[in-house]
């Protein structure tokens, strides 16, 4: 069925807001954005009535750990981290996501639409992340990219696993050692592969080190956890060394360097912001981080890093980054298409834009507003969360049970 959601404020965020706006729904994409004037609804279309409302893409989430570590259940739940190898390159987060997590409700009802799951940062390689759509009864249902990028770690948490059992690394320098072996490894293990290959001779394949030549050809890009900034100079040491696309994730301390950041065009996605300061690396953590660095020309994106700050408050996060600073466009940049880009998922979700997926949500209000909410989420064409204003309370489409 085609839909139309008419007559609303249209942010389609790589272009100019229209007030009174359409958007024009077919087969699940985005056929038409524009002046209602201008966007001719077909008959038959079910019309959405967004008149005194706010339009924008569902939000994407560009780092967290929705489905790996599940709320609510405890041990059983969490599959965040696989801390028996440092090297977990051939481990995949798309293995381990359960699409029933509460979790992913609770995106919608943040009108979170698409998030990038990722292995936690225990091991200096942690594993494949997997970018999915909030809603789908399997993940391959929900499947946007696999993978996305492969998860590495720096600083406190990796050399805290091992060291307490009295492993390789124990030490900052032993981190950075564990990445550029097995970096180093993959780079031989690619020129025997071709070697082999040329020769029409049998190889043995090593699905870990098949992962990092990926990484080294520069089809995956190499996600790097780091909050203080001698990591983030050691991230990018590496990535110099080896030659991979960076993204440097969470970089508490990445206002220090904002410019160098800058200057290397490295990509970032800050976060979590709403949290204490829980450990040394983070005592420089300020919501005037991604202000700071989208002053200074960084690409930024938010995450929550779900469930550290549940999903649903990634806009809320925001909205208090506005506050300290950062500019209202960056702001919502920061949260859909700046992540897409970030992360390869621009020819799918980000924006409203014609021939991208129809993930659109209909706000009460202005979103940076904190008194808005999501009161219609729609993935791929399909409303799949609804609020009621009058009950006070919202609902999510049962991918299991409910039928057409």
């Known amino acids: 069925m085609d839909i139309a959601i008419t007559s609303g404020y249209v942010v389609p965020v790589d272009g100019d807001p229209v007030d009174g706006g359409t958007v024009l729904i077919s087969d699940g994409r985005i056929t038409a954005v524009g002046p209602g004037s201008e966007v001719t609804v077909p008959a038959g279309a079910r019309v959405v009535d967004a008149a005194g409302k706010w339009?924008?893409?569902?939000?994407?989430?560009?780092?967290?750990?929705?489905g790996v570590h599940e709320e609510s259940v405890g041990w059983a739940g969490d599959?965040?981290?696989?801390?028996?190898?440092?090297?977990?390159a051939r481990m995949r987060a798309l293995d381990a996501v359960n699409p029933a997590d509460l979790g992913f409700v609770d995106a919608l009802a943040g009108g979170v639409t698409s998030s990038v799951i990722k292995p936690g940062s225990g091991n200096p390689i942690g594993g494949q992340t997997v970018a999915v759509k909030c809603w789908g009864r399997s993940m391959e249902d929900?499947?946007?990219?696999?993978?996305?990028?492969?998860?590495?770690?720096?600083?406190?948490?990796?050399?805290?696993?091992?060291?307490?059992?009295?492993?390789?690394?124990?030490?900052r320098q032993g981190v950075a050692a564990v990445i550029r072996d097995a970096l180093t490894k993959a780079q031989d293990y690619k020129a025997k592969r071709d070697h082999a290959a040329a020769e029409g001779t049998p190889f043995d394949r090593d699905n870990t080190l098949e992962v990092l030549v990926r990484v080294l050809e520069g089809e995956v890009p190499w996600c790097q956890h780091t909050h203080r900034a001698d990591d983030i100079h050691t991230a990018i040491r590496l990535a110099d060394e080896f030659g991979y696309r960076l993204v440097i994730n969470?970089?508490?301390e990445g206002h220090l360097l904002a410019d160098e950041i800058a200057e290397r065009g490295i990509p970032v996605i800050s976060g979590p912001l709403m949290t204490s300061r829980s450990k040394l690396e983070v005592s420089q953590r300020t919501l005037a981080n991604p202000g700071i660095l989208d002053r200074a020309g960084v690409k930024v994106a938010l995450t929550t890093d779900h469930p550290v700050i549940p999903i649903d408050f990634l806009i809320y996060q925001a909205i208090l980054c506005v506050k300290e600073g950062?500019?209202?466009?960056?702001?919502?940049?920061?949260?859909?298409l700046n992540p897409a880009e970030i992360m390869g998922l621009e020819d799918r979700v980000g924006a409203l834009r014609p021939g991208l997926d129809a993930d659109v949500v209909v706000w009460s209000g202005d979103p940076l507003d904190v008194m808005s909410r999501a009161l219609q989420v729609f993935v791929g064409g399909r409303e799949v969360y609804t609020f009621d204003e009058g009950a006070g309370r919202g609902e999510a489409l049962d991918p299991y049970y409910r039928e057409d």
């Open 55 to 66: 339009v924008l893409p569902g939000f994407v989430e560009a780092h967290g750990h929705i």
């Open 79 to 88: 599959d965040t981290n696989e801390m028996t190898d440092p090297n977990g």
């Open 142 to 171: 929900r499947l946007l990219k696999e993978p996305a990028s492969v998860k590495s770690a720096l600083g406190e948490n990796p050399k805290r696993v091992y060291g307490n059992k009295d492993r390789l690394p124990s030490t």
């Open 250 to 252: 969470h970089t508490t």
């Open 326 to 336: 950062l500019d209202r466009d960056s702001a919502i940049r920061a949260i859909t």
